[in-house]
């Protein structure tokens, strides 16, 4: 049985940091692909950072040298550093292995201005 659990989130002023992690069990990340997401009051869940099977990064262009996304496969984890928060960012993030159709409960980042 696959399950992923974010940890990290919190409330934290604007310009501050914060490092969300995934554990993942049931399934090996491997070199699969795994992402972030996030979803935001009223609005649709979004794609945040992801990294490929092939190892490349890719960044939703409100984060890009702000968030860095990276894996442990020995922990089996995924984690998501957030610098230089803003009010916009907040929201409950999500970790996701890509070629598996589960969601986690996600972890809720809060930034207040």
């Known amino acids: 049985q696959v399950q992923l659990v974010e940890s990290g989130g919190g409330l934290v002023q604007a310009g501050g940091s914060l490092r969300l992690s995934c554990a993942a069990s049931?399934?090996?990340?491997?070199?699969?692909?795994v992402g972030w997401y996030r979803q935001a009051p009223g609005k649709q869940r979004e794609p945040v950072a992801i990294?490929?099977?092939?190892?490349?990064?890719d960044y939703t262009e409100s984060v890009k040298g702000r968030f860095t996304i990276s894996r442990d496969n020995a922990k089996n984890n995924i984690y998501l550093q957030m610098n230089s928060l803003k009010p916009e960012d907040t929201a409950v993030y999500y970790c996701?292995?890509?070629?598996?159709?589960?969601w986690g409960k996600g972890t809720q980042v809060t930034v207040s201005s």
């Open positions: 996701k292995i890509l070629t598996v159709t589960y």
């Open positions: 049931g399934i090996t990340i491997g070199n699969n692909g």
């Open positions: 990294i490929k099977s092939g190892g490349t990064t």
